[in-house]
């Protein structure tokens, strides 16, 4: 139980703000923006009457309403996205018919657009759409004073962002020792990519950088060790994005002003990829192993496709520059393609997934295209057929280029790719797995005899995986099994594991498996830091140019 809900359980608070988080580690921002901006935009005292209660997908939401229901409030609000839309559906329903009188207003973009269409928003009391930060102040304020609003559906206000309270003070002392920390230097995107809800925000607003470097030097000073900043485009101003990159170097930098070899500081940020210009290349050339995660999205490699969607992305440049980051930089680099954009076939999608590969990130994300709720890209669902699953997280099931089996084997594919590749644990053997003509070739038939071998697409041991590799390259590809135990065998024993697969018995007798020490993201780091290092020449000057 947290500090938050125990000083509220004995005072009796009037308003719960809660969600549903992917995993522990998530802390909500949009929760403590809402938290820090009670006081200023709905009236003095608010927040003191105000709990955060953060659960799980792990979590069930009979539990969820047990606990909520027992702090027994006027108010609950509820922060709806995609990947918590169907369990938040569930616990509204069960708090409705448990206490009906309790007022749910909902937020998030699940519910900021079609409204009318959502079950969810139907039992809600209040939904507010867009921007929460001081709408959801001042209807609590209506909701506890009264006189209580009329209108269901609320348009949120969008003020300046120096008339916003920032929430970082509302990080208690347990989110900074064991969780993730959102943060955000600017709101909004420029970029109108129709596959994202950010294309409705049309510019970016950056936080006054002064104030913002306060708050960030208030986090680290606390304890704050891993941040992730949720800016779409945090290279869009170079001046901002330098400080921050700067802050984080000097503080990592020993007595003696040098930089140690590995430190505890953890920073991601999402890149536009074709905008690194020299004076961002030399700071991100100094951040140490480990430390420093880019988040670039390519997201297609397909002209036609760009333009269709919107997309404004230099191909030539942003290969160049992440060229420039896997040959010059310590920094973990991950890459983002979308399969099923209206128009891309799988041969195009394919042909841009060999030209990434060769490249070399670290990790490419694999991802369905999903029809979020109020994209522009819904524009193109008739010319194209596109049918979307009703059902979060409503990835795409087919359209005028790819059909549903087609859709399915990818979905599959990208899932083993993560299990092989984004893992880190097989860095030799993916060499024998994906050499000749096409890489995305290899690693599709790769994901058919897997699928049609087991039948499933999780819950495999890492023991069971080396020896179905092992059984593919070998019986079905027809390499040498020598050259196959050989790279399982490093591979295996470069991961840490320590049990016995059946291909590796032999060799896993003569010596004794090796260890990764640190933290589950520090281990995957530094499995492809290591592996790959070992397994893949540097990226060429060709590979960039492809």
């Known amino acids: 139980m947290s500090a938050d809900i125990a000083r509220a359980q004995v005072s009796g608070p009037s308003i719960v703000l809660s969600t549903i988080n992917a995993r522990y580690i998530h802390a909500s921002l949009g929760l403590r923006c809402l938290l820090a901006n009670l006081d200023r935009h709905g009236r003095p005292g608010l927040r003191a009457q105000t709990a955060l209660c953060e659960f799980t997908l792990a979590q069930k939401p ?39 009188d309790i007022k ?16 969810l928003c139907r039992l809600a009391d209040h939904v507010i759409t867009g921007w929460g930060d001081v709408s959801f102040a001042r209807l609590c304020r209506d909701l506890l004073d009264g006189p209580p ?40 995107c420029p970029y109108k990519c129709e596959f994202c809800l950010s294309a409705l925000d049309k510019t970016a607003w950056p936080f006054e950088l002064e104030r913002f470097m306060a708050e960030l030097a208030g986090l680290f000073d606390r304890g704050a060790r891993h941040f992730k900043f949720v800016d779409r485009t945090f290279n869009l101003r170079i001046d901002h994005a330098s400080r921050i990159l700067q802050f984080f170097l000097d503080r990592m930098r020993g007595a003696d002003g040098r930089m140690p070899e590995r430190s505890e500081v953890f920073v991601h940020f999402e890149l536009v990829p074709d905008n690194l210009p020299e004076r961002l290349k030399a700071l991100i050339a100094q951040f140490p192993p ?78 369905i295209l999903k029809r979020l709720r109020g994209a522009p890209i819904a524009r193109h ?66 994901s058919d005899w897997l699928w049609q071998r087991t039948g499933k697409t999780h819950e495999f041991a890492h023991e069971a995986l080396v020896d179905l590799l092992f059984e593919h390259l070998t019986q079905t590809r027809g390499l040498d099994a020598q050259a196959a135990t050989e790279a399982l065998l490093a591979d295996y024993q470069a991961s840490g594991a320590r049990g016995k697969p059946r291909c590796l018995a032999a060799g896993l007798q003569q010596g004794a498996a090796g260890t990764l020490q640190g933290a589950p993201r520090a281990q995957r780091q530094a ?17 960039a140019l492809l």
């Open 290 to 367: 480990g430390s420093l995660q880019l988040e670039v999205g390519i997201q297609s490699l397909n002209p036609e496709v760009q333009q269709r969607i919107s997309r404004r992305q230099d191909d030539a440049r942003s290969f160049e520059n992440l060229h420039w980051l896997l040959a010059h930089s310590q920094a973990h680099v991950h890459a983002d393609l979308i399969f099923g954009l209206p128009g891309e076939t799988l041969e195009s999608f394919a042909a841009g997934f060999d030209r990434l590969q060769a490249l070399g990130p670290h990790e490419i994300q694999l991802g």
């Open 62 to 100: 009979l539990q969820m309403a047990e606990q909520l229901l027992a702090l027994a409030p006027r108010v609950i609000g509820l922060g709806v996205y995609i990947w918590n839309a169907a369990a938040t559906l569930q616990l509204v329903q069960l708090i409705k018919a448990l206490q009906p």
């Open 104 to 119: 749910i207003v909902l937020g998030g973009p699940e519910v900021s657009h079609e409204t009318e269409q959502q079950e």
């Open 527 to 543: 499995r492809h830091g290591q592996q790959k290092a070992q397994a893949q020449p540097q990226p060429t000057e060709k590979a």
């Open 381 to 446: 669902s008739a010319q194209y057929a596109m049918v979307f699953d009703p059902q979060p997280p409503y990835a795409l099931l087919q359209n005028s280029t790819l059909d549903f089996a087609t859709v399915q084997r990818v979905q599959r594919l990208a899932r083993y790719w993560d299990l092989l590749a984004n893992s880190g644990r097989f860095a030799r053997s993916l060499q024998l797995l994906l050499a000749g003509h096409s890489a995305f070739a290899a690693l599709l038939s790769w």
């Open 149 to 188: 609003p009329l209108m269901k559906r609320i348009t949120g206000e969008q003020p300046p962002l120096q008339d916003l309270a920032l929430p970082y003070a509302e990080y208690s002392e347990q989110d900074l020792r064991e969780r993730l920390l959102y943060v955000e230097a600017s709101r909004g």
